[in-house]
């Protein structure tokens, strides 16, 4: 394993993710508030999204390139980099020139898009 270190930006993360989780079951007004954004927490579950702007689809090597802000779980500022996509089937949805979401990770040394879609 050759992990970097671990920001302590993860444990805070997960602690807000819990916290929204634990937000939600204490309320118990159905019904009375309008719907809230049901994008709040990643498919993934643990990852926090990360917005980015898509420079470059490359398809055939399953790779894109973002110009991403940051991502909190890898402890990254603003950057424009290629990410290879977990499957490649992933990009199909996304073009350049695209707002999208995104969560990523480092898997083997390389930081690797676990799901992706456009922002609207
Ligand atoms: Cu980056």
């Known amino acids: 394993m050759t992990l970097p270190l671990k920001p302590p930006l993860v ?6 993710a819990a916290g929204l989780a634990l937000a939600q079951h204490s309320g118990h007004s159905h019904g009375a508030s309008p719907a809230q ?3 709040a927490a990643p498919a993934s579950g643990a990852l926090p999204w990360a917005e980015a702007e898509v420079r470059r689809v ?3 090597a399953g790779a894109v390139t973002l110009r991403h802000g940051d991502i909190r779980n890898l402890d990254m500022p603003p950057m424009t980099m290629v990410f290879k996509a977990r499957d490649p089937a992933m990009l199909s949805g996304i073009k350049a020139g695209e707002k999208v979401r995104f969560t990523a990770d480092q898997i083997n040394g390389t930081y690797t898009v676990l799901s992706i879609e456009p922002l609207r």
């Open 11 to 16: 444990a805070c993360a997960l602690a807000l």
């Open 37 to 39: 954004p049901a994008a």
């Open 58 to 60: 490359d398809a055939d």
